[in-house]
């Protein structure tokens, strides 16, 4: 007896899904027990690169999720909604969910998988976070032993594009995304991609995952590269950096180590209800430095990499194509593969390492406690003794500096550049302000963290 699948759109990734499982020969058996049964579309006249049976298309997606003859709804319409009513309306019918949507999973992620475990369903995403690129089954199954310390990724391909050709043409901001969007690599608003928003999403379901807790996105913290100029990218340069937009999830343990070394705080309250044993984590996206010889700063162009930390395993870098047809629809496929796999064992009782099974939400540990490097540009007046001004007021918050380094002039103001050594976030700001008010500095145009 066969699976049968209701796809709910045919787009780009729906129509590279049905390519892929038209297309059987030389893939995994089991393929051929699935059935395209239903495909939901917006319009039953629009041209399409794949052939379907009239009897299979629809325009009534809601029938599609609530038909008994479908066994796994396969959402891949994008956006907030309908998708997710009708993949909570699939899954009140029992129907597994197979989807590709980052912003539903991190965004009512909470909603769907309490609404899957209560009706006994499967809910698959390993299209929703670097596309082709298997990673949320490896966090869910064989890295499931490790003690992991670190997530940390480049998770979204049109900054890293817009970076990587700002550093190696040494172009402005808006230049390249200018022409990112006319070469279809940066979305006409690409404000999701170039604030961080995506990434945030993405980083979200990783950080899940990898510590066991549920995360709200709005404790995740984001930054975008709007500010990350051609100077800095040089400078990054001369000091041996490549500049990056990292999405980070890192255990609080080893930031707790370093706080305890530095200026003691009160810790803040959890803004998510959490158990005592609730992971305490830091979720973050912004862009850094990242020195040259990391295995992430060689990862350039619209390419994804996942870089993982854990015990005993140590370092696992994953990379490939964070997006496409043909990549996305590998990874939709591939969950569609398990749940064939999973159906034919048992119809009732769901396997725990393809099920969601934590229901208490992490910790999330505010930026002003997080530790962290940073590299910090000045433009001051040209007088003597400003290098030490700084200092001591740096010296006045417990932030020690790495490298000082006068680089140049801006026109009348010289440019100072100063990378630290590991520091609490709340000191570091706090040394900013007192800095500010120094009648030498003019502006601090610049300021980024290094990983």
Known sequence: MGVKLGILGLGTVGTGTVQLLQDKSFRHPLLEEVEIYRVGVRSLDKPRAVTLPESVLTTE?????????????????????????????????????????????SRFGDEI????????????????????????????????????????GIINGTTNYILTRMQTEGGNFS?????????????????ADVDGLDAADKIAILASLAFGGRIKLKDVYSEGIRQVSKTDIAYAEKLGFVIKLLAIAQSAAPLAAIANRTTPSSPSSPSS????????ISVRVHPTLVPKAHPLASINGVNNAILIEGEPIGQVMFFGPGAGAGATASAVSSDILNL?????????????????????????????????????????????????KLGTCFGNHGVSLESVVQTGFQGELA??????????????????????SLTAVDSIPSLLRVV
């Open 61 to 105: 997606l809601e029938a599609i999720v609530i038909d008994p003859a479908v066994d796994i709804v396969v959402e891949v319409m994008g956006g907030l909604e309908p998708a997710r009513s009708l993949i909570l309306k699939g899954i009140e019918n029992g129907k597994h969910v197979v989807t590709a949507n980052k912003a539903v999973i």
């Open 113 to 152: 998988f309490t609404a899957a475990n209560q009706a006994g369903v499967y809910v698959m995403l390993e299209a929703a976070v670097g596309g082709g690129i298997p990673v949320i089954q490896p966090l869910k199954q064989s890295l499931s032993v490790n003690r992991i310390h670190t997530v940390t």
């Open 175 to 191: 230049d390249v995304l200018a022409d990112a969007q006319r070469l279809g690599y940066a979305e006409a608003d690409p404000t």
């Open 273 to 280: 209800p959490s158990s005592p044993s609730s992971p305490l």
């Open 340 to 388: 064939v796999a999973a159906l034919k064992k048992s119809k009732t009782a769901l396997n725990p390492l393809l099920a969601c099974a934590h229901q208490d939400y992490c910790q999330i540990v505010p930026m002003a406690e997080l530790v962290t490097r940073f590299y910090a540009r000045f433009l001051t007046k040209d007088q003597p003794g400003v290098i030490g």
């Open 415 to 436: 440019e100072i550049v100063v990378v630290t050594h590991d520091v609490r976030e709340g000191d570091f700001r706090q040394a900013l302000t007192e800095i500010q």
